[in-house]
């Protein structure tokens, strides 16, 4: 069997056991969507050595629609086996860990599966029609995930998060039948997007800032990022680790193939560039005003992205490795701090940093599992998140200037705010937070399976940049 076709079979199986998640009841269905995420992880394992053992693209392609020029075709790239690497991680993690209160577990097992799939799919898309679809349906999961298992607010939550979804996707649908339209012979192909160059200048300014605002409303930056941190105030743990882990890739992907591909992004990357510093340093503001400690991890997200934003839009080979590194890291960091952000709630029923004391003196594993999470977002030194900033501003630098370092101070905000809020909430032991109950040996697993990903990924980073091409 070729190893092209684990692809097409990673996305079956989660559909499979969807499917099986139908007939089941309780934690008969964790235990498939455990299997089915552990399965992804085999599966991203098996392609990425494949990749990184023969340096090619792996991709199989089927027969679909061919009197409209397009087909079912999958491939990954070195930048793609990152995201399904991480993906895989992040959604292994969620379905072990994220659901302590075991509420609802069949409905969340089967949102778990279906948003495999559309990551999966996503990821391996070599045709914009494919990629529409995936993405669609992990929009869907994760409405669901937030409307019917989040908290009190979260019918709210989840009508901002879909119709902010909905106009990105509705924008990503016209650009790629704009692209379909003009593009010679008509290809929904990936590599149609390389060949834009040969349009129209007005046609290729549309079908860029089409699919730009597409994907900058789902990464999200300023001034498209409103619904993210009610989302995650309001969405389950494991939601919450999806929808910054994964979900918000799905846009900084699509932007850094259009940036790559695109020769007309490189006459506004200046501009883009420009709007993402001013993303990041706003939304560390913001950020330091919180008291919600989701809502601050939230706001990381928003700070993150920009920041990768940034490094895309230098159009320069070291930043796109930054941003693809950058992706990376954040998935696993971010993941990790709402898993543990999670347990906290679930622990002491709280979510107000400052009504939170002592943590560490009634769970260490959750104040470690926080203090790993917040030292890669911030880049320490053999952290993933060391690696993604080394390369993300030594390559903005050199596609934009001295300017490129702004970003910089939207990291020391953060990083001193984060500072404050851990050692106050978790380090100080003169008030103690009495916990109602504690995290179980599934809740430690998943912050050991995170810690030691950013630590591995921080180490191997050689490895795996050395066989990207871009």
Request: aromatic fraction near 12%.
């Amino acid at each position: 069997m070729s190893i092209a076709l684990t692809i097409p079979i990673a996305i079956a199986v989660p559909l499979i056991c969807l499917i099986g998640i139908g007939f089941t009841k309780g934690k008969r269905s964790g235990s498939l969507s455990l299997f089915s995420t552990g399965m992804g992880v085999v599966f991203a394992s098996i392609i990425a050595v494949s990749y990184l053992a023969s340096g090619l693209s792996l991709s199989v392609s089927y027969a679909y629609l061919p009197y409209v020029g397009t087909t079912l075709s999958f491939g990954v790239t070195g930048i793609s086996v990152l995201m399904l690497l991480m993906a895989s991680i992040v959604l292994f993690v969620a379905a072990l860990s994220g659901n302590q209160e075991n509420e609802n577990i069949r409905l969340s097992s089967a949102m778990i599966v279906l948003f495999q799939a559309a990551s999966v799919g996503l990821f391996a898309s070599s045709n914009m029609l494919l990629f529409f679809i995936f993405w669609d349906v992990g929009v869907i999961a994760m409405f669901i995930m937030i409307n019917v298992l989040g908290s009190a607010n979260r019918r709210k939550a989840s009508l901002n998060f879909i119709i902010y979804e909905i106009f990105a996707s509705s924008l990503l649908l016209l650009g790629i039948m704009l692209l379909y339209a003009y593009s010679p012979g008509h290809s929904m192909s990936l590599t149609a997007l390389a060949q834009s160059g040969s349009l129209p200048q007005n046609v290729q300014l549309a079908i860029f800032f089409l699919f730009f605002m597409a994907f900058l409303t789902n990464m999200p930056v300023f001034p498209m990022h409103f619904w993210l941190p009610d989302a995650h105030s309001e969405a389950s743990t494991q939601g919450s680790m999806l929808l910054s882990g994964i979900l918000t890739k799905f846009g900084g992907y699509g932007m850094l193939l259009i940036f790559i591909a695109m020769p007309i992004s490189h006459d506004y990357s200046k501009y883009v560039a420009g709007l993402a510093i001013f993303s990041a340093i706003y939304a560390a503001f913001v950020m330091s005003r919180q008291t919600d400690i989701k809502r601050i991890v939230a706001y990381t997200t928003i700070v993150d992205m920009s920041i990768i934003l940034v490094a895309i839009s230098a159009v320069s080979t070291i930043g796109n490795y930054g941003a693809i590194y950058g992706m990376l890291s954040h998935g696993l960091a971010v993941s990790l701090l709402f898993l543990c952000a999670g347990n906290v709630k679930y622990m002491f029923n709280e979510r107000n940093v400052k009504r939170l004391r002592g943590i560490i003196a009634t769970s260490p594993a959750v104040t470690y599992g926080f203090a790993i999470g917040m030292l890669s977002i911030l880049g320490l030194p053999l952290t993933s998140g060391f690696v993604a900033d080394l390369l993300i501003f030594i390559g903005s630098v050199q596609g934009l200037g001295i300017y490129a370092l702004l970003p910089l101070a939207a990291i020391a905000l953060m990083g001193g705010f984060l500072y404050l809020v851990f050692s106050r909430s978790f380090l100080y032991v003169s008030e103690n937070s009495v916990p109602s109950s504690f995290d179980h040996r599934a809740q430690k697993a998943g912050y050991m399976i995170l810690a030691i990903a950013i630590i591995a990924f921080g180490i191997v980073q050689t490895l795996l940049l050395s066989h990207i091409l871009l």
